[in-house]
C-alpha cells in the first residue's frame, strides 16, 4: 500500500487574504483549524476531485456523494491526529461507542483524510472504510 497522497489542494494565502480582508497569520490560523476549515474542504474535493455533491444536511451520516453514488465523509489532520468515529463521539463528556462506529462503517464506502497542518498545499489520501 503506498502512502503517498492521492492528491494536494493548492492554496494561495495572499490572496485568501486580501479577499477575507485579513492577514495572512489569520489565513494560516483559520484554515489549520479543522472545526472552521472542514466545510471548505469538503466542498472543494466534492466538486473538484469526486465530481460529487455534498450532503443534504449536515445531519447526514456521510459528507459527499461521489459522482459514483458513493458516500465518503472527509476528514481533517490537526495536530498529527485524525478520528474515523462519528463526530457525536469525539469531545470532552462523550464516550466511544463500538457498535456505532461499526454501523458508521457499514453507511459510508471511505474516508478522504486531508492534513490540514501542511496548508497551504494539503495533500490527501482516499482510503476504504
Known amino acids: 500500500m503506498s502512502h503517498e497522497p492521492n492528491g494536494t489542494l493548492f492554496w494561495n494565502i495572499e490572496d485568501i487574504a486580501k479577499a477575507l480582508k485579513i492577514s495572512i497569520e489569520d489565513v494560516r490560523e483559520y484554515f489549520t483549524d479543522g ?10 474535493i466534492a466538486y473538484e476531485i469526486l465530481k460529487g455533491k455534498l450532503a443534504a444536511s449536515e445531519g447526514a451520516g456521510f459528507d ?14 490537526s495536530k498529527r491526529s485524525v478520528y474515523f468515529c462519528p463526530s457525536f463521539m469525539v469531545g470532552s463528556g462523550r464516550k466511544f461507542n463500538e457498535q456505532g462506529f461499526i454501523d458508521k ?24 472504510s
Do not use: C
Not at 459527499?64 to 489532520?77: P, Q, T
Not at 462503517?105 to 476504504?128: C, K, M, V
Open 105 to 128: 462503517l457499514s453507511e459510508i464506502g471511505g474516508y478522504i483524510i486531508a492534513d490540514i497542518e501542511s496548508f497551504p498545499n494539503i495533500p490527501f489520501w482516499i482510503i476504504t
Open 64 to 77: 459527499i456523494l461521489d459522482s459514483h453514488g458513493i458516500k465518503r465523509e472527509v476528514r481533517s489532520i
Open 35 to 44: 472545526r472552521r476549515v472542514s466545510f471548505i474542504i469538503e466542498r472543494r
